[in-house]
């Protein structure tokens, strides 16, 4: 499982498909903004990303991106606000869902009392203070 952070404006071109795994490699540890995890594959690998965001979240990651295809994670993730941006069928025909967990809820779901930075593009900039 590989978690790296990755800058916002890459991670939303992910999320609408207009970048590739290549992209985010390239951009990985550039900046601090999103947490990404390649495959989210197991509710194990669900909660190392959990604390890998926590850490992120103090050091001023503000979102979350990933991909999985196990409905049990798939529960998990939405249950915490995140947001299934693109749904992709694999050769072997196997369902997977790019997900986005925006500040406003990416801090509720880590439980960090932190402010996002009002500098963000658009509503993302937004995001209000969520006490745990």
Known sequence: MEIFTIPLAVTLAWLKGEAGETELRIA??????VVFIMRLESLGDYRELWQACRAAARAGSVAMATRTANPAVR???ERGGGKVMLTETHPDGTRHFRYFLP?????HWVRVKVLPP??????????AHIES
Do not use: V, W, Y
Not at 103 to 107: A, K, L, M, R
């Open 75 to 77: 529960h998990r993730i």
């Open 28 to 33: 990985a540890d550039t900046a601090r903004d």
């Open 118 to 127: 009002s500098n963000l593009p658009g509503h993302l900039g937004n995001a």
């Open 103 to 107: 500040p406003e809820d990416f801090f």
